[in-house]
């Protein structure tokens, strides 16, 4: 076969630091579209982001070609130095040190756009750190309760 075919879908999620709520109504359409950019320039394709002031989700479709970590570290580092340059009276703005990624199959994909667009909706009842509890849980990835938030 002379050519590479994949569909990598990746549910990402990741917090402010120390999750702050430093993403507001001013800063969170602009940060959001800047960080499709930087998807599309650096690893793939931002298929929809959404979130809260103090955390992300994003669906992604990583490039066959680009390890998971190095998009995540553009996506971060990348996104939090422009809020910097572009909103300084934010302050200091950094995401977390880790993230979470979650492999989507495409016959859930339709039902994960919908979850990541009404963040709003799900946070009335469930905290963030309720929620990636549940993410880890779902997804089978081993935790440490006593360091997750370190």
Do not use: C
């Amino acid at each position: 076969m002379g050519h590479t075919y994949t569909n990598v879908l990746l549910h990402t999620v990741f917090s402010t630091k120390d999750r702050e709520p430093l993403i507001t109504d001013a800063i969170g359409d602009r940060l959001y579209a800047y960080m499709g950019g930087i998807a599309r320039e650096e690893f793939g394709t931002l298929l929809t982001i959404g979130g809260m002031p103090d955390h992300v989700h994003a669906l992604i479709v990583l490039k066959a070609n680009v390890a998971l970590s190095h998009a995540m570290n553009r996506f971060k580092s990348l996104s939090s130095g422009w809020v910097k340059k572009t909103f300084p009276e934010v302050g200091p703005f950094a995401w977390q040190a880790g993230y979470g990624a979650f492999a989507v199959s495409e016959s859930v994909k339709p039902s994960v756009i919908e979850y990541i667009n009404h963040q709003e909706e799900h946070h009335r009842n469930t905290t963030f750190q309720e929620e990636f509890v549940a993410f880890l849980k779902r997804h089978n990835v081993p935790f440490d309760p006593q360091t997750i938030w370190e």
